[in-house]
């Protein structure tokens, strides 16, 4: 569990505080959280349905009678909106672009850098090319370069894209004859470029939930036949983080370009604590548009038989 610390002004009495949200696993298509706040000592759950536009908020416990309730509902609603569904779409993408400029690429930890415990070591990158071997490879969202640069010095042909507007300010130098300006929806290459794959790591969250579809159609229109993917699908506080969805949704968006191979990276990578609480694991997955992955049907069919572990829907 990842317990995350969000500022709570009370406007009423002028008290500042926190409210505290445990941050826990998707259970099917629902995400439950427990929350509390330092000013009232409210204390209740919150359902997120990835299907439905508002949250479901219920109060366990409420103090100085029923203080606080309006304030909290409405800062839960505006911090937990990537959970749900039609917050955001592409009409907003230029505003959100806004964020990646330099600071935020240069705190960011390239996805290819970091190891998986108990594997030997080995960076994402390693594993990537001892996976799939040292083709020709996209970079989504490659940030400074560094990652891309270490799959190149392991024998892969890679190359990058990237939707920072001071990408040429950012790059590292020697990466820069390797990387161009572009986004997952509109990917800046050819079919003729001969990519067989196309790596999205820590990427696909960043997207309005009406391009998913669009970026895997891309996807299949650049011809690779490898997707790798690593989503993080919890962590709704890091600025530019959209689409928080279960791996059944992403199934189903990509179902008609890829499907997920089970496994095929078995260990989840070491990713460092934030600020604001220990993130939940995040896998690398594999998916293949060649008919031997996982069909996603079946993956949305087991994520609803996994009970909503939480009461009724509560104050609405």
Same mark, same amino acid.
């Given at each position: 569990?990842?317990?995350?610390?969000?500022?709570?002004?009370?406007?009423?009495?002028?008290?500042?505080?926190?409210?505290?949200?445990?941050?826990?696993?998707?259970?099917?298509?629902?995400?439950?959280?427990?929350?509390?706040?330092?000013?009232?000592?409210?204390?209740?759950?919150?359902?997120?349905?990835?299907?439905?536009?508002?949250?479901?908020?219920?109060?366990?416990?409420?103090?100085?009678?029923?203080?606080?309730?309006?304030?909290?509902?409405?800062?839960?609603?505006?911090?937990?909106?990537?959970?749900?569904?039609?917050?955001?779409?592409?009409?907003?993408?230029?505003?959100?672009?806004?964020?990646?400029?330099?600071?935020?690429?240069?705190?960011?930890?390239?996805?290819?850098?970091?190891?998986?415990?108990?594997?030997?070591?080995?960076?994402?990158?390693?594993?990537?090319?001892?996976?799939?071997?040292?083709?020709?490879?996209?970079?989504?969202?490659?940030?400074?370069?560094?990652?891309?640069?270490?799959?190149?010095?392991?024998?892969?042909?890679?190359?990058?894209?990237?939707? +920072? &507007?001071?990408?040429?300010?950012?790059? *590292? @130098?020697?990466?820069? !004859?390797?990387?161009?300006? $572009? /986004?997952?929806?509109?990917?800046?290459?050819?079919?003729?470029?001969?990519?067989?794959?196309?790596?999205?790591?820590?990427?696909?969250?960043?997207?309005?939930?009406?391009?998913?579809?669009?970026?895997?159609?891309?996807?299949?229109?650049?011809?690779?036949?490898?997707?790798?993917?690593?989503?993080?699908?919890?962590?709704?506080?890091?600025?530019?983080?959209?689409?928080?969805?279960?791996?059944?949704?992403?199934?189903?968006?990509?179902?008609?370009?890829? +499907? &997920?191979?089970?496994?095929?990276?078995? *260990? @989840?990578?070491?990713? !460092?604590?934030?600020?604001? $609480? /220990?993130?939940?694991?995040?896998?690398?997955?594999?998916?293949?548009?060649?008919?031997?992955?996982?069909?996603?049907?079946?993956?949305?069919?087991?994520?609803?038989?996994?009970?909503?572990?939480?009461?009724?829907?509560?104050?609405?």
């Amino acid at each position: 569990m990842a317990v995350v610390s969000i500022p709570f002004h009370d406007s009423d009495s002028g008290s500042t505080g926190l409210i505290h949200v445990e941050n826990g696993p998707w259970m099917g298509m629902r995400k439950v959280l427990c929350f509390t706040d330092t000013i009232y000592g409210n204390e209740g759950t919150v359902i997120c349905d990835c299907r439905e536009s508002t949250p479901r908020i219920r109060f366990d416990r409420t103090f100085s009678p029923m203080g606080g309730v309006e304030e909290t509902v409405q800062v839960l609603s505006l911090m937990l909106r990537p959970f749900l569904a039609g917050q955001f779409s592409a009409e907003i993408l230029e505003d959100v672009r806004t964020i990646y400029r330099r600071d935020y690429v240069r705190e960011s930890v390239d996805p290819l850098l970091e190891t998986g415990p108990g594997g030997e070591g080995k960076t994402m990158a390693r594993q990537v090319v001892e996976r799939l071997g040292p083709g020709k490879m996209l970079v989504a969202g490659c940030g400074r370069g560094e990652g891309l640069m270490a799959l190149r010095s392991l024998g892969a042909d890679a190359w990058g894209i990237d939707y +920072s &507007p001071e990408l040429e300010e950012i790059l *590292l @130098p020697e990466a820069r !004859p390797f990387v161009r300006s $572009g /986004s997952l929806h509109r990917i800046p290459f050819e079919r003729e470029d001969g990519f067989e794959t196309l790596l999205c790591l820590g990427v696909l969250e960043h997207l309005p939930e009406d391009l998913a579809r669009e970026a895997a159609r891309e996807a299949r229109r650049l011809g690779v036949s490898n997707l790798v993917t690593m989503i993080d699908h919890h962590d709704f506080v890091r600025p530019g983080h959209l689409t928080l969805r279960p791996l059944a949704w992403w199934a189903r968006e990509f179902a008609p370009f890829f +499907s &997920p191979i089970k496994a095929a990276f078995p *260990l @989840p990578l070491r990713v !460092p604590a934030l600020p604001w $609480g /220990s993130p939940l694991e995040q896998r690398p997955r594999l998916w293949t548009n060649s008919g031997d992955g996982e069909d996603p049907e079946s993956l949305d069919r087991e994520a609803e038989r996994i009970p909503v572990l939480a009461g009724g829907p509560g104050l609405e």
